[in-house]
């Protein structure tokens, strides 16, 4: 068995101590995203209970080598809670779709998070040193009797146990029918966008009692409906440039310098259909789950139910790279169909120079694939097979009827229940998080980090 | 059906299906590729699926926007097979493209949940399936909504007429009421002959959406195609197999009758303008008529929804011979 190698020899192994640890599957801990900072140094969770966990990589320290890297829970606060829309009767689930971090500006760290229908910004900041011999004020803070003091002293700032203060800042409401699936901070850092599945809508992080629909692909009479917005990003560093992706496969690319509302897109990147492949199921397995630019802004990294592609921005007919996510399933299509599955949601993944791409599976199965080598790997996440430090051996997945190896694993077999749908990838090194229903997994190149 | 998340059951489950799985996803699956019944049965197979995912049990909320919006293109895209294969195919399996309409947190959606064109004129006979899947109470409660344009006249019309009352004289709205200022924009947009479906949705797109239910609420008058004259026929309803599925039209009759008159006392469009759209309302009700007639005169009670497979192959195989 050979490892799977990036550019160097390395091989992913799980950082200790991350994992979340949940006996049973409660339905409110089913983490819904994952969200490195623009630093790396947090990440944060969102789950289906509306709470967001950050996690905080431990400084690298002298005696223990090995703790740099590790994760370790630095705040939990409850973002969303369930609400009830009196006029239409609908509940509004308290679920976090996504987490965006804004760029850091001071000590504090500023998020973003969204359920179906409200945007919130989150200040997350910390304290450790206390002021400490005021001469007016005693410990508690009360005012000391002028008589009783006889000298004057220097207050200085004493260490203390460290605290994390998170405090909702801005609440983005009453914006959306739809449900929001996609929220992205704009490079300019003053604005950004939420789109939901028929709108698109722009913000400036300072006003929530304002925003702009800059895309409306609502047709006028429902019945026309065909075609919904499925995932939308902001070019990594032009601020009038986005992409938003939809359910039949295509990826537009508009410029808010040629109108307000952006219905007329500038680019529309679509693959033709291959008439040969021509299925019931063509247009679900086409519907693009997630778009992401890649961070030199020059690429596109897209999901579809089968396949993840990546386009480049210059060409618009097809795309540069597709690679098989889970071609085995396509033999499979109708029961995914009758199961529902085939409507799930993966997203997609860019590694900090751009040369990997990660993406989720079924069977807590996630696929890398390198660019340049344009070898793949399938890891496994999973609580039996690796514990901490342990190396992850690549999976197989065999066709059925396809010649079967030692070790791998039979379509049939596949469980279709534990899907990773959130995956998130370091912004510069090669670390991962990967989110198998209530469980966390964060991955670290093993080589990589030992060279540190 | 098996529930989101829920772990798939090979084996026990489908065996009917199962053969016919790896043809069907195989991506191959034209009609050239197959034989003609195996393809007609994957079909109907997955035309069954989606109907149960939009009208089933699970409905509703849960349903997400994409997943409605893909559900239905699948079944339009079967419908769109069935009436490439010819007229017979179309008319019995057109299937009403509701599902993107009863998205519950739309607010234009928030009338009837299967939209009233689609259940109405242009794909009346609802199909086989669907007939079985479309409650009867469902299409009850639909109906006034679709019909009715001033809720004071067609609710109450429709009760009195059905306990054989005489008819009250028509309230008269109070002028505030914003059904009212619907009628007057309708009035507004009933010219005396029907003007191009272009200029209504041209109008419909300008106005916000807060008030697309009005153009939903005008859609039956000006905006209605004219019936295909196959549709009217008595021999189009090929007495023997269509008639069996169009159980509940003993109801949906009296309903379609009632809502006739309601239109012609309460119109919304006064005499001169109206015309076209009592016209159409006639037509419609002649056209249900029909439906009502064949259906009654068929043996079909309501049938169970699980039909036999080889039961719909044979059905398909005659109509499609036929």
């Known amino acids: 068995v050979s490892y799977w190698h990036i550019n160097n020899t390395f091989a992913w192994c799980e950082t200790a101590a991350c994992v979340r640890v949940c006996a049973c599957v409660c339905v409110s801990d089913i983490i819904s995203t994952v969200e490195f900072n623009h630093t790396g140094e947090l990440l944060a969770t969102g789950d289906k209970g509306g709470r967001v966990v950050i996690f905080q990589r431990e400084p690298e320290s002298k005696t223990e080598p090995f703790s740099q890297g590790e994760y370790n829970v630095y705040s939990t606060f409850q973002s969303h809670e369930p609400e009830f829309d009196y006029l239409k009767s609908l509940e509004i689930e308290e679920k976090i779709n996504k987490i965006r971090w804004l760029p850091q500006q001071n000590a504090a760290h500023f998020l973003l998070s969204t359920n179906d229908k409200t945007i919130k910004l989150w200040k997350v900041s910390e304290r450790d040193k206390r002021p400490e011999g005021y001469n007016l004020k005693d410990e508690e803070g009360r005012i000391k009797d002028i008589s009783t003091v006889t000298s004057l002293q220097v207050p200085v700032l004493k260490p203390m146990d460290l605290m994390v203060e998170v405090s909702p800042r801005r609440v983005f409401a009453n914006a959306h029918t739809y449900h929001v699936n996609s929220i992205s901070v704009n490079s300019d850092c003053e604005t950004y966008m939420s789109a939901d599945d028929l709108r698109i809508?722009?913000?400036?992080?300072?006003?929530?009692?304002?925003?702009?629909?800059?895309?409306?692909?609502?047709?006028?009479?429902?019945?026309?409906?065909?075609?919904?917005?499925?995932?939308?990003?902001?070019?990594?560093?032009?601020?009038n440039l986005f992409v938003?992706?939809?359910?039949?496969?295509?990826?537009?690319?508009?410029?808010?310098?040629?109108?307000?509302?952006?219905?007329?897109?500038?680019?529309?990147?679509?693959?033709?259909?291959?008439?040969?492949?021509?299925?019931?199921?063509?247009?679900?397995?086409?519907?693009?789950?997630?778009?992401?630019?890649?961070?030199?802004?020059?690429?596109?990294?897209?999901?579809?139910?089968?396949?993840?592609?990546?386009?480049?921005?210059?060409?618009?007919?097809?795309?540069?790279?597709?690679?098989?996510?889970?071609?085995?399933?396509?033999?499979?299509?109708?029961s995914l169909y009758e199961n529902d599955c085939i409507f799930d949601k993966f997203e997609c993944a860019w590694n900090g120079s751009d040369s990997v791409i990660m993406t989720g599976a079924y069977n807590n199965f996630f696929r890398m694939f390198d660019r340049n080598t344009k070898r793949d790997v399938t890891l496994e996440a999973s609580r039996e097979s690796s514990k901490p430090r342990a190396v992850l051996k690549p999976r197989r997945v065999c066709a059925a009827g396809g010649k079967r190896r030692k070790d791998d694993i039979s379509v049939d077999s596949l469980d279709f229940t534990k899907k990773i749908l959130h995956t998130a990838w370091h912004p510069t090194e090669n670390i991962i998080a990967i989110a198998a229903t209530n469980n966390l997994y964060i991955f670290q190149d093993k080589l990589n980090s030992e060279m540190h | 059906m098996l529930g989101n998340g829920v772990k798939r059951k090979l084996d026990e489950d489908e065996d009917g299906l199962e053969e016919h799985r790896g043809l069907v996803g195989d991506g191959g699956a034209g009609p050239g590729g197959l034989s003609q019944a195996s393809y007609t049965l994957q079909r109907q197979t997955v035309l069954n699926m989606s109907l149960m995912k939009l009208y089933g049990p699970r409905t509703g909320a849960d349903l997400g926007l994409r997943r409605r919006v893909l559900i239905n293109n699948v079944v339009r895209r079967i419908h769109d097979d069935f009436r490439q294969e010819g007229a017979v195919g179309a008319f019995f399996f057109s299937v009403p493209s509701a599902a993107p309409a009863a998205a519950p947190e739309d607010e234009s959606c928030r009338q009837p949940p299967p939209s009233p064109p689609s259940f109405g004129v242009l794909s009346s006979p609802l199909s086989a399936l669907d007939s079985c899947l479309t409650p009867a109470s469902l299409l009850e409660d639909d109906l006034p909504l679709f019909f009715t344009l001033p809720p004071s006249s067609s609710s109450p019309s429709s009760h009195h007429h059905l306990h054989h009352s005489p008819r009250p004289p028509p309230p008269s709205p109070s002028p505030k009421d914003s059904f009212s200022s619907a009628l007057e924009e309708i009035e507004e947009l009933c010219p005396p002959s029907s003007p191009p479906p272009a200029v209504v949705k041209e109008e419909a797109r300008g106005s916000q959406e807060e008030e697309s239910w009005l153009y939903k609420l005008r859609l039956p008058s000006p905006s209605l195609p004219p019936l295909p004259p196959a549709r009217l026929g008595p021999a189009?309803?090929?007495?023997?197999?269509?008639?069996?599925?169009?159980?509940?039209?003993?109801?949906?009759?009296?309903?379609?009758?009632?809502?006739?008159?309601?239109?012609?006392?309460?119109?919304?469009?006064?005499?001169?303008?109206?015309?076209?759209?009592?016209?159409?309302?006639?037509?419609?009700?002649?056209?249900?008529?029909?439906?009502?007639?064949?259906?009654?005169?068929?043996?079909?009670?309501?049938?169970?929804?699980?039909?036999?497979?080889?039961?719909?192959?044979?059905?398909?195989?005659?109509?499609?011979?036929?």
């Open chain 1, 244 to 334: 938003y992706s939809s359910s039949k496969g295509t990826l537009r690319l508009c410029d808010m310098r040629e109108a307000a509302l952006c219905d007329k897109h500038s680019k529309l990147f679509e693959e033709p259909e291959d008439p040969n492949a021509r299925s019931f199921f063509s247009e679900i397995i086409s519907s693009v789950s997630d778009v992401k630019f890649s961070h030199s802004g020059r690429y596109l990294l897209t999901r579809d139910y089968l396949t993840t592609k990546v386009w480049d921005l210059n060409m618009e007919s097809k795309p540069l790279e597709t690679y098989q996510v889970h071609d085995y399933l396509r033999s499979k299509l109708c």
């Open chain 2, 236 to 322: 189009d309803a090929s007495p023997s197999s269509p008639g069996s599925f169009l159980t509940d039209f003993a109801l949906d009759d009296v309903l379609f009758t009632d809502i006739d008159t309601s239109m012609y006392d309460f119109g919304p469009c006064p005499a001169p303008s109206g015309a076209a759209p009592s016209k159409m309302a006639d037509e419609l009700v002649r056209s249900m008529s029909g439906y009502g007639a064949a259906a009654a005169g068929a043996s079909g009670q309501n049938q169970p929804f699980k039909m036999d497979l080889a039961e719909l192959d044979h059905i398909m195989e005659v109509l499609v011979g036929s």
């Open chain 1, 201 to 239: 809508n722009l913000w400036h992080l300072g006003i929530t009692d304002r925003s702009f629909n800059i895309v409306d692909i609502k047709p006028a009479n429902m019945e026309d409906l065909t075609e919904v917005i499925t995932a939308a990003e902001f070019h990594p560093h032009h601020c």
